[in-house]
């Protein structure tokens, strides 16, 4: 029997609706809009669609949207300078610094500019560190939106063992860290790891986030296992596909996140929520 499909665009959606609510509650309560800054350099055709999507659904939540849109040669000192800016003006309470930068910038330079309250994207080092500790934080919106996903579907997490592929400071990582708070015995899987399939056939969630399209293919998976796809890989075609095999994977697992439509949709209501949580910790101190 083919596997559940965990739609992340139905859940998203439901998510959009209760934010517009909340950040108008927001807005009644304070008389104040949040606001997001984007900070992007020019040149990558593809940062530039997601910059229009999320000012989009700004619009859409009620949240104010600003953007901060700089040259392609634009130097260290400037790019700093903009985050400090950012950082310090009391009418922006999340602030997104469009990832990855020109090899140029020292993106660890300029993630250290950031108010890290402000840090809706879950980048800095002090909310990696609150979410290593099992404390308050912000989290990285992708891996937040897979643990949305499995706790709005009623997937079991605490007591079964998990697999996390890849270990990226942005995904892997962060969502191996998730699925040990809420009590998974997990493993972290990457290209040095031996043998990943026997790895994988003893899970019963697997969660890939590698960047190698069909990486993770039916006859690695334990039957009956949750897989949460995050990968997002172009065709020549002009399609996308995951880092899971999806059509040989359906047919083994319980439960599956397809793509597009499953933990993409979700990392943007991850990312407005952010925004008015951290307006919220912001003004009613």
Known sequence: ??????????????????????????????????????????GDPASESYVRSIRKQCASAGIAFRLEQL?????????????????????????LIQMPLPKALLADRVVAQLDYRKDVDGIHPMNAGLLAQGRSAFIPNTPAGGMALLQHYGIEIAGRRAAVVGRSAVVGRPMALLLVHAHATVTICHSRTPDLAAVLRECDIVAVAAGRAGLVTGDMLRPGAVVID????????????????????????????????????????????????????????
Do not use: C, W
């Not at 392609?72 to 602030?95: F, R």
């Not at 994977?249 to 949580?277: H, W």
């Open 230 to 285: 995050f990968g997002i890989n172009m065709r020549e075609d002009g399609s996308m596909v995951g880092d899971v095999d999806f059509a040989s994977a359906v047919e083994v697992a319980g439960a599956i996140t397809p793509v597009p439509g499953g933990t993409g949709p979700m990392t943007n209501s991850m990312l407005l929520r952010n925004v008015l949580d951290a307006a919220r910790s912001q003004l009613s101190k």
């Open 1 to 42: 029997m083919p596997a559940m499909i965990l739609d992340g665009r139905a859940l998203a959606k439901s998510l959009r609706a209760s934010l517009q609510t909340d950040v108008a509650a927001f807005v009644a309560q304070y008389n104040r809009t949040p606001q997001l800054a984007v900070v992007q350099v020019e």
């Open 71 to 95: 040259p392609a040669d634009v130097q260290q000192p400037a790019m700093d300078e903009v985050v400090q800016a950012l950082s310090s003006d009391d009418s922006v309470h999340g602030i």
